[in-house]
C-alpha cells in the first residue's frame, strides 16, 4: 500500500529527490488581488478571498489557495517577509502623502515609495534608509540577534500549535543583494561596491551574524521545513550584480551561512529570483543552494536548463509560462506538454507558473492549468 505523505514530508522529499507520492500541490506561488476579483465575476464563489483580503470566518471564508487545494508556504509573521530588511523594531509604514491616484508610504524597511491605488505595479522608490555610514551605524542596532523582544512571537505561535497549522513554513533571508539594496538602492548599491567596499563587508558581516544567530533561536522555537533566500537579483539579460562581485560580496557568506544552518538541522535552500541568473548561478550552487524558482520564462530561465545543469544538486518550483494562461487551452497544454513529462521523472521538480497569476488570466483556464498538473502528477512517477 502506498504511503499517505503530509504536506511537509511531501514537500522536503520531493526537493531533495527523494520518493514521493505526487508533486506537491504548488501551481502557484501567489494570485494578483485583481485575478481574485475577475473570478468573482466569472462563477468563483464569493466567499472565496484573497489571502490579503480580511477574513469573515462566520461566513465560512476560505482564501484561493485553499479552494484550490494548494499546499502553500506559512510566511511566519514573527520571523517576517523575505523581501523586508529584518529591523527590530521594524519602521512604521505610514503614509505620507495620498490622492486619488496614488499614495507615497514608509514601508517597514524604511524606504519611502510611491505606489497605485488601482490595479497592480512595481512601486517607485524615492527615498533609502541609509544615505551615509552614520545612518548604517545607526540602524545596525535594528539587527541585533540577541535582542529577545524579536523572538515572543514565535514562542507564543508555537505555545499556540503553529507548526500544526501550516502545509509548509518557511525560514525566510533578505538574501546578501536584496538587503544591501534595500538599504541604498540599486544605483547607489553598484557604486558602493566600488566607492566603499569596506562598508559593504561591515553590511555582509553584519547580515551574516544576524542571520546565524536570529536562525539559531527561531529553530530553537519552531519546526522550519527550508530556507527562502529572497534576492530578485536579475532582469531579463541577466543579473544586477556582475560574477566578479558575486564572488567576492555574497558567496563568502552564503557559504557561511549555509553551513552554519545545516548544523541546525536545516536541508532545503531555496533561492528565489526573478529574471535571468545563468551566469552567477554556478556560484549559488557551489555554496549549498539545492532548490531554484520561480523559473521565469521571459528571461530564458527554462527549468529544462536548470535540470540538465545541475541534476540532483539542484531541485526546481515553476517554470511554466504565465503568459500562455491567458491564452487558451491549447497554449497550456502545449506549455505543460513541452516540459512536465520531461521533468517529472527525474524527481526533482514542482511544475507550477513561473511566478503569480496575473489578472489577464480567466478562472477556467487556472482551472485547466491545475487540473491537467494534478493529472500528470498521478501518472508521471519519479525515477528516483
Known amino acids: ?12 522529499r520531493a526537493v531533495l529527490f527523494q520518493p514521493v507520492d505526487r508533486p506537491p500541490y504548488i501551481e502557484t506561488h501567489g494570485f494578483w488581488l485583481q485575478a481574485v476579483e475577475r473570478w468573482h ?4 464563489p464569493l466567499s472565496v478571498r484573497h489571502k490579503s483580503e480580511p477574513a469573515d470566518f462566520r461566513s465560512g471564508d476560505i482564501t484561493i489557495e485553499q479552494y484550490f487545494q494548494q499546499e502553500v508556504y506559512s510566511w511566519a509573521p514573527f520571523v517576517g517577509s523575505p ?15 495620498e490622492d486619488e491616484h496614488y499614495r507615497i508610504f514608509q514601508d517597514k524597511s524604511g524606504v519611502v515609495k510611491k505606489d497605485v491605488k488601482k490595479g497592480r505595479s512595481m512601486p517607485q522608490f524615492l527615498k533609502f534608509p541609509v544615505e551615509s555610514r552614520a545612518d548604517w551605524e545607526i540602524l545596525k542596532e535594528r539587527l541585533d540577534p540577541t535582542c529577545e523582544e524579536r523572538y515572543e512571537g514565535a514562542r507564543k505561535a508555537a505555545a499556540s500549535g503553529f507548526n500544526m497549522r501550516h502545509d509548509l513554513i518557511t525560514y525566510p533571508v533578505c538574501g546578501a543583494y536584496g538587503m544591501p539594496r534595500n538599504l541604498f538602492g540599486e544605483e547607489k548599491l553598484a557604486c ?3 566607492d566603499d567596499p569596506g562598508l559593504l563587508r561591515d553590511i555582509m558581516d553584519c547580515w551574516l551574524c544576524f542571520y546565524v544567530g536570529s536562525t539559531r533561536r527561531f529553530t530553537a522555537i519552531i519546526d522550519f521545513d527550508f530556507v527562502y533566500f529572497w534576492e530578485d537579483m ?10 566578479k562581485l558575486v564572488r567576492e560580496f ?64 539542484c531541485s526546481i518550483q515553476g517554470g511554466l509560462d504565465k503568459r500562455a494562461l ?38 477556467e483556464n487556472f482551472r485547466y492549468l491545475v487540473d491537467l498538473l494534478r493529472k500528470l502528477g498521478r501518472e508521471i512517477k519519479p525515477q528516483v
Open 1 to 12: 500500500m502506498e504511503e499517505t505523505l503530509t504536506p511537509r514530508t511531501r514537500f522536503i
Open 41 to 44: 465575476n466569472e462563477g468563483l
Open 83 to 97: 523581501t523586508q530588511t529584518p529591523f527590530w523594531p521594524l519602521f512604521e509604514e505610514k503614509t505620507l502623502q
Open 192 to 194: 558602493l561596491y566600488y
Open 234 to 243: 536579475a532582469y531579463k539579460t541577466g543579473p544586477l550584480i556582475g560574477p
Open 250 to 313: 555574497m558567496m563568502p557568506y552564503y557559504r557561511q551561512l549555509i553551513e552554519e544552518m545545516k548544523k541546525m538541522g536545516l536541508k532545503v535552500f531555496s533561492l528565489d529570483s526573478d529574471g535571468n541568473i545563468k551566469v552567477i548561478m554556478d556560484m549559488f550552487i557551489e555554496a549549498g543552494i539545492n532548490n531554484f524558482l520561480p523559473c521565469e520564462i521571459a528571461a530564458d530561465m527554462e527549468p529544462q536548463w536548470v535540470s540538465a545543469r545541475y541534476g540532483r544538486r
Open 326 to 363: 491567458s491564452k487558451d487551452k491549447a497554449a497550456i497544454e502545449a506549455e505543460v506538454m513541452r516540459k512536465v513529462p520531461k521533468l517529472l521523472p527525474r524527481g526533482g521538480y514542482i511544475p507550477g507558473v513561473d511566478h503569480s497569476v496575473p489578472n489577464d488570466v480567466p478562472l
